[in-house]
C-alpha cells in the first residue's frame, strides 16, 4: 500500500525532532545573548564608576583644577571618540570637560541633575546620539561636594560585537535545522525498518502463504518484541487454520457416508420391485441414518456454541453421586451382553451444582467409549469420590488403549486413532466430553497404554463457584 510522506510516522517524528531541537537551540541562543548583553553593560558600568572614583581622589589631593587636567588626559588615553568627562557645578554650569567635537549632541540632563541633587546616588542612563544612530551609556555622580562628574562612554564596540553574534545566531540556526533535520530523518527511519519489515512479512502473508514470519533480532527492543509477539500470532493463526481446515475435511468425509448410504437407500427403493415390508426396512435404514447425521450435526453445534459461550448451560444443585449410578445400571447391560466385567464405587450423596444432563452426557461417552473399546473378558471399573482439591470420576478399561502420540489428539473433533477405525463412531464423544466438562470449569485426563487399557479422569474443582 502507497502512503503519502506527510502521513508517514517517520516524516511526523523528524518534523517534532527538528522543531525541538530549534527551539531548544533558539532559546540557549536567546539566553546566551541576553547574558553578553547583561555582562558587557556590567563592565562598561564598573569601568565609569572607576573612573568617577578617580576623580573623587585627584579632587581630593589636588582640587578642581586636578581634575580638570585629569578629563582632559583620560579622554585622550581612552580615545576621545570612546569617552567624555564633563565637571559640572551642582547647579548644572560646566566648569571643565575633555575634547568635546564628538560628543556635542550629548547635553546635560536636567531631570538626572535633580534626581542626583535629591537621593545623592550616582545615576546611569543610556541615551541615542542622533547623528551617529550610536548608543552611549551616561554616567552622572558627585565627585566632590560641589562638583559633578558626567561621564560616557561609546557603546559602538559592544553593538559591533552584537550584530556580529546575531549573524552567527542566524547562520547556525539554519545549519541546526537542516542538521537536525537530516539527522532525524536518518535515526528515525533507521529505527522504525524493523516496523518496515513487519508490515512487508505481513504482506506476504496476506497475499501468499502463512508460513513467512520476521527476523527476530535478539536485541530485546520493542521491535523485537514486537517481531516475537507477531510471530507468536502468526504461529497461533496458522495452527488455528490448519485446525479449521483438518475440521472440515474430517467434517466433509464423515458426512460423506451417512449422506451416501441415505442416497443408496433411496435409489434402491426407486429401482426396487419388491414387497411392502423391503420398503419399510429401507425406510427405517433412512430414518436410522438421517437421525445419525443429525445427531452428529446437533453434536457439532453443542461444541461450536459451548466453545464460543452461546451454550446456555442450567447449573442447578443435583445428586452427582445419583446420576453416575443410574448412568452404570443404563449400561451394566451393555457390558455384560460382552461379557465384560463391570464394577462401580460410588460414594454417596455428592452434591454438585451442575447442568446435570450435560455431565451426564460426558460421562455416558466415556463410558460407551470403554464398552466399545473393550473386548470380551475385560474389565471397567467406576469410581467416584471426594477429594481434597475437589470430586473425581474415574472411568477405568482393559481395553485397546491409545498410543502415545494420539492421547492429546483424541480430544480434538472427529479425530479417531487407528485403532479404533474398525468400530462405530464419530470421534466426536470425546470432544463432547471435554467441552462440558470445561463448562463446569473442570478438565478430563487421559492415561493409557496400548493393549493394556486406558484411565479417564474428569475432576471437578471445589474452587469452581457452580460446584459444592
Ligand atoms: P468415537 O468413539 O466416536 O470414535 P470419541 O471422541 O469418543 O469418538 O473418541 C475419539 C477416539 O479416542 C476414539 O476413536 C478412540 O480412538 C479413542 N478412545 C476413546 N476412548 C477410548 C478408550 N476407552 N479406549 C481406547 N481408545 C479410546
Known amino acids: 500500500m502507497r502512503y503519502k510522506l506527510f502521513n508517514t510516522i517517520a516524516f511526523k517524528l523528524t518534523l517534532w525532532f527538528t522543531g525541538i531541537f530549534t527551539i531548544c537551540s533558539g532559546f540557549a541562543f536567546v539566553l546566551f545573548y541576553f547574558l553578553v548583553i547583561q555582562t558587557i553593560q556590567v563592565q562598561v558600568d564598573q569601568e565609569l564608576m572607576d573612573n568617577a572614583s578617580k576623580f573623587s581622589a585627584v579632587i581630593h589631593r589636588n582640587g578642581l583644577n586636578g581634575a580638570r587636567e585629569l578629563a582632559v588626559v583620560e579622554a585622550q588615553v581612552?580615545?576621545?571618540?570612546?569617552?567624555?568627562?564633563?565637571?559640572?557645578?551642582?547647579t548644572g554650569e560646566v566648569f571643565a570637560s575633555s575634547h568635546m567635537s564628538y560628543w556635542k549632541q550629548v547635553h546635560v540632563s536636567k531631570n538626572v541633575l535633580q534626581e542626583l541633587l535629591l537621593e545623592k546616588k550616582p545615576i546611569f542612563e543610556t541615551i541615542l546620539i542622533p547623528s551617529t544612530r550610536q548608543k552611549a551609556r551616561i554616567f552622572y555622580s558627585y565627585v566632590a561636594a560641589n562638583a559633578i562628574l558626567q561621564t560616557g562612554i561609546a557603546m559602538d564596540f559592544p553593538a559591533k560585537?552584537?550584530?556580529a553574534f546575531k549573524k552567527v545566531f542566524i547562520a547556525a540556526m539554519g545549519l541546526?535545522?537542516?542538521?537536525?533535520a537530516v539527522s532525524g530523518w536518518l535515526l528515525v527511519r533507521k529505527a522504525l525498518s524493523g516496523v518496515k519489515t513487519i508490515t512487508l512479512t505481513a504482506q506476504n502473508i496476506t497475499g501468499k502463504s502463512l508460513e513467512a514470519r520476521v527476523t527476530e533480532t535478539g536485541n530485546k527492543d520493542e521491535l523485537d518484541h514486537l517481531a516475537i509477539t507477531f510471530n507468536a500470532m502468526l504461529d497461533r493463526i496458522e495452527e488455528l487454520v490448519k485446525s479449521i481446515r483438518e475440521m472440515s475435511d474430517n467434517i466433509a468425509h464423515d458426512l460423506k457416508s451417512p449422506i451416501a448410504r441415505i442416497r443408496g437407500f433411496a435409489e434402491l427403493s426407486l429401482i426396487h420391485e419388491g414387497n411392502i415390508a423391503d420398503f419399510s426396512a429401507m425406510a427405517s435404514n433412512t430414518i436410522e441414518e438421517s437421525d445419525r447425521l443429525l445427531d452428529m450435526i446437533n453434536t457439532m453445534l453443542v461444541i461450536s456454541k459451548a466453545e464460543a459461550g452461546e451454550e446456555e448451560f442450567e447449573f442447578k444443585q443435583t445428586d452427582l453421586s445419583m446420576m453416575i449410578k443410574s448412568a452404570c445400571?443404563?449400561?451394566?447391560?451393555l457390558a455384560e451382553d460382552k461379557h465384560i466385567f463391570f464394577t462401580q464405587t460410588i460414594e454417596d450423596g455428592i452434591s454438585v451444582v451442575a447442568d446435570i444432563k450435560m455431565l451426564q452426557r460426558a460421562f455416558s461417552n466415556l463410558l460407551d467409549n470403554a464398552i466399545k473399546y473393550t473386548s470380551k473378558n475385560g474389565r471397567i471399573s467406576v469410581a467416584v469420590f471426594k477429594e481434597d482439591h475437589g470430586i473425581t470420576i474415574k472411568i477405568e478399561d482393559t481395553g485397546i488403549g491409545i498410543a502415545a502420540e494420539d492421547l492429546e489428539k483424541i480430544f480434538q473433533r472427529f479425530y479417531r486413532a487407528e485403532s479404533s477405525r474398525t468400530s462405530a463412531g464419530t470421534g466426536l464423544g470425546l470432544s463432547l466430553a471435554r467441552t462440558i466438562v470445561r463448562q463446569h470449569k473442570g478438565d478430563i485426563q487421559v492415561n493409557s497404554s496400548p493393549g493394556k487399557g486406558s484411565v479417564f479422569v474428569i475432576a471437578l474443582p471445589y474452587c469452581n463457584p457452580a460446584v459444592i
Open 78 to 90: 581612552a580615545g576621545e571618540k570612546v569617552m567624555f568627562f564633563r565637571l559640572l557645578y551642582p
Open 161 to 163: 560585537f552584537l550584530s
Open 176 to 180: 541546526i535545522i537542516v542538521f537536525s
Open 329 to 333: 445400571e443404563l449400561f451394566e447391560p
